[in-house]
Structure formats: structure tokens, C-alpha cells
């Protein structure tokens, strides 16, 4: 979902969070991640080397920024879109 139109309060489900749609929420189900309350206080990191080992593919280092702005969300951040992460995470973890 657009970050702008995420209400905290009406975040039940996979697709109500910020930067996640279809193809994501299969993504983050395939790693065993149902609920948006199951994101509480994970590691971004360890949600994307799941999703490389379980797809046995390199993802993306954008999913990275996704996963970074979904749990940094559930746990209690504003909503912002994903590319807001990215410097933050090419400093953190370079270039994976």
C-alpha cells in the first residue's frame, strides 16, 4: 500500500502495510510471515536472507529497504516509502 493512505489503526492484513502489495505479501508468506504483527520487532536483514534462501535466489537489495520500512512500521514508526531506507541501508550493509 501507498504509504501516504496507511492508517495504523486499520492495519490488518499483509496489503494494508506501507510498500507491500501482491507480490510481496506472497513473498514475506513464503518466509512464514502472515500477519503484520508477526513483523514486530524482526530483523530486516534476517526476513531478507530467509526470502534468498527460501527462493534459492539473490533478491533484489530493494526488498531489503521493504522489509527495513515494514518492520521499523510495526514498531512504531511513521510510514515511509521504501527508497527512504536505502541510504540508510548501502551504509549498513553495503551492497549486500
Not at 518492520?71 to 548501502?90: H, L, N, Q, S
Amino acid at each position: 500500500m501507498n504509504p501516504a493512505r496507511v492508517e495504523r489503526d486499520q492495519v490488518r492484513l499483509l496489503t494494508d502495510l506501507p510498500n507491500i502489495g501482491p507480490a510481496m505479501k506472497r513473498d514475506l508468506e513464503l518466509i512464514g510471515v502472515h500477519t503484520p504483527a508477526q513483523l514486530t520487532g524482526r530483523d530486516p536483514l534476517k526476513l531478507y536472507r530467509s526470502l534468498c534462501v527460501k527462493t534459492s535466489t539473490r533478491q533484489d537489495p530493494c526488498v531489503l529497504d521493504v522489509f527495513i520500512s515494514i518492520t521499523r512500521f510495526m514498531d512504531g514508526e511513521e510510514p515511509k516509502p521504501w527508497w527512504a531506507f536505502t541510504g540508510e541501508r548501502k551504509r549498513k550493509y553495503g551492497t549486500l
